[in-house]
């Protein structure tokens, strides 16, 4: 008895014709029983391109990059070797190309199913694989710019024109199609190779990687380098390495600028030094092997030791300095005080207000320098101010009340380890100081007392400013050499601190600044704490390079394209942003591995 009705009466061990017949596929069922070939659904000859522009969700370009839609459908062999930030071409019907990056990737379904199932689920965790042919793939692309070519050169263009449906996209893999997309300058400044994501740029091209160069010449406008760098790092990101590489391209034999009198110059390099690692710029690199160098020959990347490198070290009272770790050239010097009648903010580092530093500036100074004359010596210019009786002439005559005088006299007190110590001082080193073609390091590790350091290189850096704005220098050697001024920790000395000395300071710095390019005067700063840096001084810098930054306040403060901020916290030792408009659209880069100079304690 049984509940199946008419299927009760089904034989297992039936016609096994019948049974044959049902079980074959329906191919060969159709085959055999119609007649039909069976129908190969690949498509004929091999694919070109990665996938093909797509309108199921609009195809737009827009003057509004917020109104532009360009998607690319992706196929499933090329999935897994698309990033987000790969640059990518697609081809106009009339030669002309479209150069886009990849902004957004995206899974989206096939077909109208719901795949948040149990049964889903459990049959996905029984296979090793994924099929894809159930899920489309679209890559999100922003367009960069139109190439074409006009009289045998390739060119580019802002996006002016949207692509045909269909079009084929690839991979960008040739180097000039990448360069002229990106504006990146064919000759110059050397910063590293072109990556996304952490992984370097491969092209067809012999190297396969992309070089990557700062603007150096005055046919493609002012010189990047007087235009001003930023380079910005965390503790261990790689900055000081990255730094020194960019440096010694600046002392390449070859480097020249061409100065108003007709001369070409090679740049006169000062770097203050608060970690004592810049004069092993003097040093070769031993772990720079042969083959690393004959690859650095190739892409014109200058390597080896500096032999005119010279470490200029202030004598600041009984500390010594150790120079057991490069074989640079050491020279003492001392500050003399004559130097504060041209910068009185170098004897008001506690602090003064408006009203001290007026009486400093405009009554005490000019008296003191009358009485002993422009060489009188920090020791008898306190000597000066204990004088009670100059007090209290000066408190009869209205002109600084005692008070006042009192505060004046507190503050400038301290810094006679800093001045006139038993060294030759700076004004009569001034030739050998700024040499061109020559890299001068100014160490202050050895110097415990930050007050002292910062009196020292606020005192030369001012020396060298001053000069080189001035119209009637005192130290033509100065004025007539192109000058890159390097200061790492910038921001102990450029800060946005609200005092009057600190207001003078930034007021100088953003002069130099602005006046650089028509004096060849470029400042290279180094910071971990970018945020720290006055806002009149960061406005001047044209190229900022980022390193690996942890801080949020720290990377909002270079303000680089938010594209590229998310990835600066992820980024790996050495792997960095530059964002210099001025020479290309904002790109990632992987530096050298090796440093091109001698680098890191034994």
Same mark, same amino acid.
């Given at each position: ?178 360069? &002229? ?11 590293? !190779? ?33 235009? !001003? ?11 000081? !390495? ?77 500390? &010594? ?159 007539? &050499? ?44 180094? &910071? ?75």
């Amino acid at each position: 008895m049984t509940d199946l009705g008419d299927f009760s009466e089904f034989d297992a061990g039936g016609d096994a014709d019948s049974t044959a017949e049902s079980s074959a596929s329906p191919t060969e069922r159709s085959t055999d029983v119609d007649g039909f070939e069976p129908a190969n659904v690949e498509p004929r000859g091999e694919d070109v391109g990665i996938g093909t522009i797509c309108v199921s969700q609009g195809l737009r370009i827009a003057e509004d990059e917020e109104e532009t839609s360009l998607r690319a459908y992706v196929t499933s062999g090329n999935r897994s070797s698309v990033r987000i930030g790969s640059y990518l071409v697609a081809p106009y019907p009339d030669g002309e190309t479209l150069f886009c990056r990849i902004t957004g990737l995206e899974y989206a379904q096939q077909y109208h199913a719901d795949d948040a199932t149990e049964i889903h689920a459990r049959r996905a965790m029984r296979r090793d694989d994924v099929d894809e042919a159930d899920y489309k793939f679209v890559a999100s692309l922003e367009p960069v710019a139109v190439l074409y070519e006009e009289g045998g050169e390739l060119k580019r263009r802002m996006t002016d024109r949207v692509p045909k449906p269909q079009t084929v996209v690839g991979q960008a893999n040739d180097t000039a199609e990448i360069k &002229t997309g990106l504006k990146i300058p064919e000759d110059g400044v050397f910063l590293g !190779h072109l990556s996304v994501g952490g992984e370097t740029v491969r092209t067809a091209a012999s190297p396969p990687t992309i070089d990557y160069r700062l603007k150096d010449d005055y046919e493609a406008g002012d010189p990047l380098v007087f235009r !001003h760098t930023l380079v910005a790092g965390g503790t261990g990101s790689g900055k000081t !390495h990255a730094a020194k590489n960019v440096l010694r391209q600046y002392l390449a034999d070859e480097r020249r600028y061409p100065m108003e009198d007709g001369r070409t110059v090679g740049p006169a390099v000062v770097q203050f030094d608060p970690q004592d690692e810049y004069a092993q710029m003097h040093d070769d690199n031993p772990e720079l092997d042969g083959e690393f160098a004959r690859r650095l020959e190739r892409e014109g990347v200058a390597h080896g030791g500096v032999d005119d490198t010279t470490a200029f070290v202030p004598k600041v009272g009984d500390s &010594t300095y150790s120079a057991g770790h490069h074989r640079a050239e050491c020279v003492e010097f001392t500050i003399p005080f004559s130097m504060v009648h041209d910068n009185p903010f170098l004897v008001a580092g506690s602090g003064l207000n408006d009203n001290q530093y007026g009486a400093l500036v405009s009554v005490l100074l000019p008296r003191f320098r009358r009485q002993y004359g422009a060489d009188g010596t920090y020791e008898e210019f306190t000597s000066f101010l204990d004088d009670p009786a100059l007090r209290e002439e000066l408190d009869e005559s209205g002109r600084v009340h005692e008070a006042t005088f009192d505060a004046v006299r507190r503050r400038v007190l301290g810094f006679g380890h800093v001045f006139d110590q038993d060294a030759r001082p700076i004004t009569d080193l001034v030739h050998e100081f700024v040499r061109p073609g020559g890299l001068t390091v100014v160490p202050t590790y050895h110097v415990s007392d930050s007050r002292a350091t910062e009196t020292v290189v606020l005192a030369l850096s001012s020396l060298l400013i001053d000069q080189k704005l001035s119209n009637d220098p005192t130290y033509e050697r100065i004025k007539e &050499t192109p000058l890159i001024l390097g200061m790492d920790e910038a921001h102990n000395f450029l800060t946005d601190a609200d005092s009057v000395q600190a207001g003078k300071v930034i007021s100088k710095f953003t002069e130099a600044a602005k006046q650089g390019r028509k004096e060849r005067l470029g400042l290279f700063l180094i &910071t971990q704490d970018p945020q720290d840096i006055d806002d009149a001084v960061f406005k001047q810098l044209n190229t900022t390079v980022v390193l690996n930054l942890g801080d949020e306040d720290a990377i909002k403060s270079v303000n680089i394209p938010s594209s590229l901020e998310s990835k600066v916290p992820y980024m790996e030792k050495g792997q960095m942003v530059v964002y210099s408009p001025d020479n290309s659209e904002p790109v990632e880069l992987i530096g050298l591995s090796k440093c091109v100079t001698r680098h890191g304690r034994d």
